[in-house]
């Protein structure tokens, strides 16, 4: 305790008696203060990311619908309703889907994955309790390939981030 209040006097009297050391004093509070700001913001941003889970949503009606020229779509968009049984608000959603060509449509054998995108549903303000349509950003699945006729082509989707409000 003695050597922190002697280090905090010895501070405080160079920075009385030399300019040169006032501005470096200035300076390194002001990298602190950025630094404490930053750590900060990625804390609450954690924070955000951690209120709500999985297990507090539940999904209806998914579909992923093309957003553009439906005969040979380029972009897509997932559409669905969300139900945020939280206690927060739900402000954003991040998906991953897949798309898939598959031989059989009754079984995931002899599936392939063709195309993989993240998109984004964003400022969907889903009070706690509440229920709401949503609509992804729009998504190209990229090299996509064109679909054999024999082949049937399915999509899937997951959750990778939730985001509940500030």
């Known amino acids: 305790m003695f050597v922190g209040v ?8 160079l920075a009385v008696i030399s300019p040169g050391y006032r501005t470096l004093l200035i300076l390194v509070a002001c990298v602190g203060g950025v630094l404490i700001g930053i750590a900060w913001s990625n804390q609450e941003r954690e924070y955000e990311r ?7 949503l539940k999904f209806y009606d998914i579909s992923l619908k093309p957003w553009t020229n439906v005969q ?11 139900a ?6 739900l402000e954003s959603l991040e998906f991953m ?4 060509d598959c031989d059989n449509n009754d079984s995931n054998e002899g599936c392939r994955i063709v195309g993989e995108e993240r998109t984004h549903a964003y400022d969907l303000n889903v009070p706690p ?7 992804t950003i729009s998504v190209k699945f990229k090299n996509l390939p064109e ?3 024999a082949n049937v082509r399915q999509f899937n ?7 509940a409000a500030n």
């Open 97 to 100: 889907l897949r798309v898939r």
């Open 129 to 135: 309790g509440k229920t709401r349509a949503f609509k």
């Open 147 to 149: 679909k054999k006729t």
């Open 6 to 13: 002697l280090v905090i006097l010895a501070i405080i009297f």
């Open 50 to 56: 951690q209120r709500i889970t999985l297990n507090d």
């Open 72 to 82: 040979n779509p380029t972009y897509w968009v997932l559409e669905g309703i969300v």
């Open 84 to 89: 945020n049984n939280s206690t927060h608000q």
């Open 157 to 163: 989707w997951n959750v990778g981030e939730i985001r």
